[in-house]
T-cell receptor, first 113, second 114 residues
Framework: DARVTQTPRHKVTEMGQEVTMRCQPI?????VFWYRQTMMQGLELLAY????????DSGMPKDRFSAEMPDATLATLKIQPSEPRDSAVYFCASERDNYNEQFFGPGTRLTVL | GDSVTQMEGPVTLSEEAFLTINCTYT??????LFWYVQYPGEGLQLLLKATKADDKGSNKGFEATYRKETTSFHLEKGSVQVSDSAVYFC?????????????FGQGTTLQVKP
């Protein structure tokens, strides 16, 4: 049963610290998305990649957030420095091109104190 | 811009009641429409989808019909169960533009009581 995996599942950190979240997309899926979910804003698309190339990161605060795909099996989302307003659940999703269905990981719950 | 509007929750029903969650959209092109479900502590899962006008998506007893004339994609189920308690998200994607991006509604929480 192929699944998107995310690590860590929970992260508590202090303001100013660097946070790195990792995602392993489903093998063979060539499009990877990063979302953020909060009670106030709902689900927001932060960035996404196709064939490891960034296609759109307009939803991401550029000064502190960065997203990369070092290889086809790993996507990372980094926040440096973190702020309390970054507290949220961060989801990764992957999709096989033209299949019209995104598969979501279980999320990383981030708390910034 | 493109957007999705869902009825506000929470929706509270008794087991075996009929469910409707309203969803309307605004899109400049010809979107595909989706319902995703999020169970507590989990990521979203695709529940059903429809890619063109008058298509009906169905899964696990849930149905939704793509109505272009009313720009709607309402979710229905004839008899809900306690296990259907979750947050339901309506979404659209302009796949014709090859972006693959999903635009989500704000989500509707469904609570089913025994």
């Amino acid at each position: 049963d192929a699944r998107v995996t995310q690590t860590p599942r929970h992260k508590v950190t202090e303001m100013g610290q660097e946070v790195t979240m990792r995602c392993q997309p489903i093998l063979g899926h060539n499009t990877v998305f990063w979302y953020r979910q909060t009670m106030m804003q709902g689900l927001e698309l932060l960035a996404y990649f196709r064939n490891r190339a960034p296609l759109d990161d307009s939803g991401m605060p550029k000064d502190r957030f960065s997203a990369e795909m070092p290889d086809a099996t790993l996507a990372t989302l980094k926040i440096q420095p973190s702020e309390p307003r970054d507290s949220a659940v961060y989801f990764c999703a992957s999709e096989r091109d033209n299949y019209n269905e995104q598969f979501f990981g279980p999320g990383t719950r981030l708390t910034v104190l | 811009g493109d957007s999705v509007t869902q009825m506000e929750g929470p929706v509270t029903l008794s087991e075996e009641a009929f469910l409707t969650i309203n969803c309307t959209y605004t899109a400049t092109g010809y979107p595909s429409l989706f319902w995703y479900v999020q169970y507590p502590g989990e990521g979203l899962q695709l529940l059903l989808k429809a890619t063109k006008a008058d298509d009906k998506g169905s899964n696990k007893g849930f149905e939704a019909t793509y109505r272009k004339e009313t720009t709607s994609f309402h979710l229905e189920k004839g008899s809900v169960q306690v296990s259907d308690s979750a947050v339901y998200f309506c979404a659209l994607s302009l796949y014709a533009s090859n972006t693959g991006k999903l635009i989500f509604g704000q989500g509707t929480t469904l609570q089913v009581k025994p």
